[in-house]
T-cell receptor
Framework: ELKVEQNPLFLSMQEGKNYTIYCNYSTTSDRLYWYRQDPGKSLESLFVLLSNGAVKQEGRLMASLDTKARLSTLHITAAVHDLSATYFCAVVSKAGNMLTFGGGTRLMVKP | KAGVTQTPRYLIKTRGQQVTLSCSPISGHRSVSWYQQTPGQGLQFLFEYFSETQRNKGNFPGRFSGRQFSNSRSEMNVSTLELGDSALYLC??????????????FGPGTRLTVL
């Protein structure tokens, strides 16, 4: 059974600081997704990582994938308040589109 | 292009009742997946439909069922509601099904409260 673990579960950081969220998964997968969720809202797709060594960047967020270590990271550079949200990683482990989600990381960026 | 739509957005039911939620995927998308989100269990996969056939099913009791119509619209039904069924139900739509990458787009969700 595929398990996806994120850490930390909660992250409070100051504006301007850098930090990394980690996502570990237990079985082989060739697709890993990062999503953002604002309170009371749906999931917004941030990144899709499809191969070992993949790196994608959008603004202050950068995601990477190491399929050998079964690890993905979401790095936040010079955080701003607008990045406050809950971030989820999700993995596809078999044919189809079924996603197994991590527990989420609630990020609070303080001025 | 319109996004994924879900109706109703909010629903209040009492224990023992049944409920039907609806999802209309993005035009041209043929795969629809359903997820349940609760504070305690997080995001959990319910089922996935493609071409009117259930392709994957999550670990939920038989009270949870779904179907997909020929126009790709999907419904999920929960019978004999329990307090623990209170959750945000999210629908995701994607173009196809299979081993290749398909980006998934989530709808706004239906917030179900069971009293």
């Amino acid at each position: 059974e595929l398990k996806v673990e994120q850490n930390p579960l909660f992250l409070s950081m100051q504006e301007g600081k850098n930090y990394t969220i980690y996502c570990n998964y237990s079985t082989t997968s060739d697709r890993l997704y990062w999503y953002r969720q604002d309170p009371g809202k749906s999931l917004e797709s941030l990144f899709v990582l499809l191969s070992n060594g993949a790196v994608k960047q959008e603004g202050r967020l950068m995601a990477s994938l190491d399929t050998k270590a079964r690890l993905s990271t979401l790095h936040i550079t010079a955080a701003v308040h607008d990045l406050s949200a809950t971030y989820f990683c999700a993995v596809v482990s078999k044919a189809g589109n079924m996603l197994t989600f991590g527990g989420g990381t609630r990020l609070m960026v303080k001025p | 292009k319109a996004g994924v739509t879900q109706t109703p957005r909010y629903l209040i039911k009492t224990r023992g009742q049944q409920v039907t939620l609806s999802c209309s995927p993005i035009s041209g998308h043929r795969s629809v997946s359903w997820y349940q989100q609760t504070p305690g269990q997080g995001l959990q996969f319910l089922f996935e439909y493609f071409s009117e056939t259930q392709r994957n099913k999550g670990n939920f009791p038989g009270r949870f069922s779904g179907r997909q119509f020929s126009n790709s619209r999907s419904e999920m039904n929960v019978s004999t509601l329990e307090l623990g069924d209170s959750a945000l139900y999210l629908c995701a739509s994607s173009l196809a099904w299979g081993d290749t990458y398909n980006e998934q787009f989530f709808g706004p969700g239906t917030r179900l409260t069971v009293l």
